[in-house]
């Protein structure tokens, strides 16, 4: 036997042990005794640092909380940038994904997605000074958004003609909105708002367009085939939404009462298929 | 492990993104190059000054690039610089392609902070008897720095100035964090529209060292063709 041979034997037969010790993640988590959970950590209110307490909180995380409660393991958050989601996830650095994760069609080819969670859309922020009233002004100029996100092919399929430049955060692209290196800034309306509230008496120089660029449905992520541990999760989310706790969640960090203002919530959380 | 499939990667749009990042690479490198070179010896032979306030200013930007990492450069050179500008110009840079022009600033500010360290490692290797020599001859400062000093420093300055370059080549993808369409960035595009991130990932690995290789290769063959040949005492 060739040693090129021997090296590919054994790298087969490793890849076949893995699969077999990976056959089943719920066993895993239950027996590791913690539920390893990515979240983005700079999207506020999906999941965020808590200036006061250091720690990574919001409706996404909580849900992630329930989840692992109901499956009586440790909740351990880690922090992913917007384009690592997906490879993080598929290469088992995480078992679920809480990270303001958008449910669509292409995905579904290489991940596996809880109900819905949250239904956002995607818009438009715009310096009121540019005199940008429509989408398709914005032929030819200058767009900031997130990098590894669904914002960039969205706006390019709106407007075919803008020129994209993104960021590894929101917050990064947002600052360079106001800079004005870019004339527009795309993202999920409910970061567009969250960071339009943050601006203060700045906010009154900047408008958000009224197309929506397109329906978001954010889901959990897992990886493809872990048919039990979907039904966990489904199963998790289902009760919150009986019981009407995730009402109140919603409520908890969308409500009248935050930032965002949302008087009524919009969904349910009953479905996982989204329309191509 | 899924399976290993470059062919969708090899053709089309993703082809045409992946090569767009690889021209931008490049240029950012050759145009780094251009202009930290110079800039990188002017800083030597002001360190190497007979003026010590002027040694004082070379010696503190020298310190002041190498401690700081070059993301905070870019980034510095992104968000704050161009801040400080008059508006005018400022709006004229923002219109053009502001993201690789402060990623070219970044990577010329530090990469010439290394090279003149470079520079004036090979001005020191010249033996003292060589500049005793020529100023007993009459020279000034300057003439023994440009007929004497400077020919010989040279070529033993080039295969570290080689490596530098390497150096500048794979600097050149910390320009994605500013939105610099180079290769790194082109990648994590094409990865999140194929979701063929180990492929992607593959390729421009492939590349970077490919290029690094040649800049490798460019500095042996210097080095056997031109070697640094020790002054006589």
């Known amino acids: 036997?060739?040693?090129?041979?021997?090296?590919?034997?054994?790298?087969?037969?490793?890849?076949?042990?893995?699969?077999?010790?990976?056959?089943?993640?719920?066993?895993?988590?239950?027996?590791?005794?913690?539920?390893?959970?990515?979240?983005?950590?700079?999207?506020?209110?999906?999941?965020?640092i808590d200036p006061k307490t250091r720690e990574i909180v919001g409706y996404e995380v909580d849900l992630a909380k329930a989840i692992a409660d109901k499956l009586g393991v440790k909740l351990r958050l880690k922090q992913l940038a917007v384009a690592a989601r997906i490879p993080e996830l598929q290469q088992g650095h995480v078992d679920l994904l809480a990270a303001s994760l958008t449910h669509n069609k292409e995905r579904e080819a290489v991940i596996d997605f809880s109900l819905t969670t949250f239904v956002t859309g995607q818009k438009v922020l715009v310096k009121k000074e540019s005199g940008i009233k429509s989408l398709s002004q914005?032929?030819?100029?200058?767009?900031?958004?997130?990098?590894?996100?669904?914002?960039?092919?969205?706006?390019?399929?709106?407007?075919?003609?803008?020129?994209?430049v993104t960021f590894d955060t929101g917050p990064l692209a947002f600052q360079a909105l106001q800079q004005g290196k870019g004339v527009a800034f795309v993202n999920d309306e409910v970061s567009l708002l969250d960071q339009f509230a943050k601006l203060g008496p700045a906010a009154a120089q900047y408008e958000i367009l009224p197309t929506n660029l397109s329906v978001e449905p954010l889901a959990l992520g897992l990886r493809k085939g872990e048919t039990k541990l979907k039904a966990q999760v489904d199963g998790t989310l289902r009760e919150l939404e009986k019981s009407g706790?995730?009402?109140?969640?919603?409520?908890?960090?969308?409500?009248?009462?935050?930032?965002?203002?949302?008087?009524?919530?919009?969904?349910?959380?009953?479905?996982?298929?989204?329309?191509? | 492990m899924p399976l290993l499939d470059f062919s969708p990667l090899l053709h089309g749009q993703f082809l045409d993104w992946l090569l767009a990042g690889v021209r931008l690479s490049l240029l950012l490198t050759l145009f780094a190059l251009c202009l930290a070179l110079p800039?990188?010896?002017?800083?030597?032979?002001?360190?190497?000054?007979?003026?010590?306030?002027?040694?004082?200013?070379?010696?503190?930007?020298?310190?002041?690039?190498?401690?700081?990492?070059?993301?905070?450069?870019?980034?510095?050179?992104?968000?704050?610089?161009?801040?400080?500008?008059?508006?005018?110009?400022?709006?004229?840079?923002?219109?053009?392609?502001?993201?690789?022009?402060?990623?070219?600033?970044?990577?010329?500010?530090?990469?010439?902070?290394?090279?003149?360290?470079d520079v004036r490692s090979g001005l020191r290797s010249v033996p003292q008897g060589q500049w005793l020599a020529a100023r007993a001859l009459g020279l000034r400062h300057r003439d023994a720095m440009r007929w004497i000093v400077l020919p010989q420093a040279l070529r033993a300055t080039v295969p570290p100035l080689i490596s530098q370059t390497l150096n500048l080549w794979k600097n050149t993808s910390i320009a994605t964090v500013v939105g610099a369409a180079e290769l790194m960035y082109q990648a994590q595009r094409v990865e999140t529209a194929s979701f063929r991130g180990f492929e992607t990932f593959a390729l421009a690995t492939a590349t970077y060292l490919g290029v690094s290789l040649l800049i490798t290769a460019a500095g042996v063959l210097y080095q056997r063709r031109y070697p640094a040949r020790p002054a006589a005492r």
């Open chain 1, 138 to 164: 914005l032929g030819g100029k200058k767009v900031v958004t997130v990098k590894g996100g669904t914002q960039e092919p969205n706006i390019r399929k709106a407007v075919s003609t803008v020129d994209v």
């Open chain 1, 1 to 48: 036997m060739t040693l090129t041979r021997r090296a590919l034997l054994i790298i087969a037969t490793s890849a076949s042990l893995m699969g077999i010790a990976h056959a089943d993640q719920l066993d895993d988590i239950r027996k590791k005794g913690e539920l390893v959970v990515g979240v983005l950590g700079t999207d506020e209110p999906n999941s965020f």
């Open chain 1, 245 to 276: 706790a995730a009402e109140q969640l919603f409520q908890k960090w969308y409500g009248p009462q935050t930032r965002l203002k949302f008087q009524t919530r919009s969904f349910k959380i009953d479905s996982d298929q989204v329309e191509g």
């Open chain 2, 39 to 117: 800039l990188g010896t002017l800083i030597a032979l002001a360190r190497l000054a007979p003026f010590a306030p002027l040694r004082a200013v070379a010696w503190g930007y020298v310190e002041a690039v190498r401690n700081v990492p070059l993301l905070a450069h870019m980034l510095f050179w992104y968000f704050a610089v161009p801040e400080l500008l008059p508006d005018g110009l400022k709006a004229w840079l923002y219109a053009g392609h502001i993201e690789a022009v402060a990623a070219l600033a970044a990577l010329v500010t530090y990469t010439a902070a290394y090279m003149a360290e």
